[in-house]
């Protein structure tokens, strides 16, 4: 096998991996509250949103010492050990405990901090900078293809209820455990590479640098991975990126808490409000993977960079939240167990909540697509400190939307994300600009 094809056949094992852990984690995200709302009545007391908080709050914190993490241990072996957390929480809802639910939820923000800094890393030193954006297209394709596997099924086994029962509850969540543990043995597929990351600067000084590399103890690679976290952090790009990443994070705990749990509240929708659940995750799987085969796979075909696809991200998304505005009824996001028989400015329409759904999976992966292929193309060199902070600002503004779902009404949730959104995107846009005036003369970047 070529370097090039190992390469291409590590970033398809990385993705499957990944599909197959979060098929569990994003269907088990998806219903969790849903579920919870079932439990309340017995001795389990937990909240679906205040377990994502705390995910997200560790989370972020976490991604301070993810680079370190990974320098000592290796991207394939940081991705494994995270697996297993991630089994260990979905499995938590086998038999529920309030103690085991919210410890269950710091340790897998201890293990998804580790587990994306180690993808972003590997997604970069498979890559050279021809191929970060078809990279990063195939890996959010095969990502996302996870929201259609694990909805379609809670759509059909939920299909007519009203309520969850706990055999409904313990057969789906054995089943999403197992898919789980499939997805992170995978990982052990993953080859390393022949040659080195082609992202990085070629120069005389190469070989002198691999040697001091392998001379340096693990603690100084730890040291040198913190430093290097602290120092990205205050450079312009960064920053400006991290208002477009603040925005994904805003949206991500929309789209994969919020909005699922305001269709599963609406009794206007009648029998199929839970299944429409699932339904709803599958339309946002379908639109997280158009938009990763779009502009991931065809970038080649792209002569206009980046900023056209983060464009359109967002108008989709705006269309998207002032459909919800009108469909969904304001109180849905907290309403209680025996949902709300509010409306909203019109009648809610199940097809324009399925359209929305769509939408917001397709406006998504723009976004996200465009923010792998940029910081692996700007930080091929620091690529697991440019993703931990990547995810460190994304985590930290998922959580606080997590915080602030459980009391603020939908129209305000909606117009946080509009106010971010537009900033996220004039941010996003200047990088891309300075960026391609830089390497305009010497790179093919607006192939990328």
């Known amino acids: 096998m070529s370097p090039e094809s190992k390469k291409l056949f590590n970033i398809i094992i990385l993705g499957v991996a990944f599909m197959f ?25 937990g909240s679906g949103y205040t377990s994502m908080a705390i995910i997200y709050g560790v989370f972020s914190a976490s991604n301070l010492i993810t680079p370190s993490v990974v320098a000592i241990v290796g991207p394939q072996l940081s991705m494994f050990a995270s697996g297993l957390f991630y089994s260990m929480y979905i499995a938590v809802f086998i038999q529920p405990f309030t103690w085991s639910f919210y410890t269950a939820s710091v340790f897998i923000g201890i293990a998804a901090a580790v587990l994306w800094t180690a993808q972003g890393n590997c997604l970069t030193i498979n890559s050279d900078e021809h191929t970060i954006g078809r990279n ?19 759509y059909f086994a939920w299909q007519g209820k009203t309520q969850i029962s706990e055999s409904d509850r313990r057969t789906v969540f054995i089943a999403l455990t197992v898919i789980s543990l499939v997805g992170t043995v995978l990982f052990f597929l993953i080859r390393k590479p022949d040659s080195e990351n082609l992202l990085e600067d070629e120069s005389s000084d190469d070989q002198d640098l691999e040697v001091n590399e392998s001379a340096q103890n693990n603690m100084t690679k730890a040291v040198d991975a913190f430093k290097k976290s602290f120092k990205l952090c205050t450079t312009k790009e960064m ?146 400190p440019a993703f931990a902070i990547f995810k460190f600002v994304q985590s930290i503004c998922a959580a606080v939307a997590f915080f602030y779902s459980n009391y603020l009404l939908l129209h305000w949730q909606l117009l946080v994300m509009v106010i971010f959104g537009f900033f996220g995107t004039v941010s996003f846009f200047t990088v891309e600009w300075e960026a391609a005036a830089i390497v305009a003369r010497g790179s093919d970047y607006r192939s990328i």
């Open 21 to 45: 852990m979060f098929t569990a984690f994003q269907t088990c995200g998806n219903v969790a509250q849903t579920v919870i709302r079932s439990l309340n009545s017995t001795d389990f007391h």
């Open 136 to 154: 990063s297209g195939i890996f959010w394709a095969l990502l996302q293809s996870s929201l259609f596997f694990g909805n379609l099924y809670i």
């Open 239 to 384: 920053l400006l990126l991290s208002v477009t990443t603040a925005y994904t994070g805003l949206e991500l705990t929309f789209f994969s808490g919020v909005y699922g749990t305001c269709i599963g509240a609406t009794n206007k929708f009648g029998a199929e409000e839970k299944s429409l659940i699932g339904l709803s995750g599958i339309f946002i799987g379908i639109g997280e993977i158009l938009g990763g085969s779009l502009f991931g796979l065809l970038s080649k075909n792209n002569r206009f960079g980046r900023n056209p696809v983060v464009l359109l991200g967002i108008l989709v998304h705006f269309i998207a939240f002032y459909l919800i505005f009108l469909n969904m009824p304001q109180d849905a996001p907290i309403a209680p167990v025996e949902g709300t028989d509010s409306s909203a400015y019109i009648k809610p329409s199940k097809e324009i909540a399925i359209l929305c759904s769509f939408l917001l999976g397709l406006g998504d992966s723009c976004f996200n697509t465009q923010l792998l292929s940029i910081l692996g193309f700007l930080y091929s060199e620091d690529s697991a």
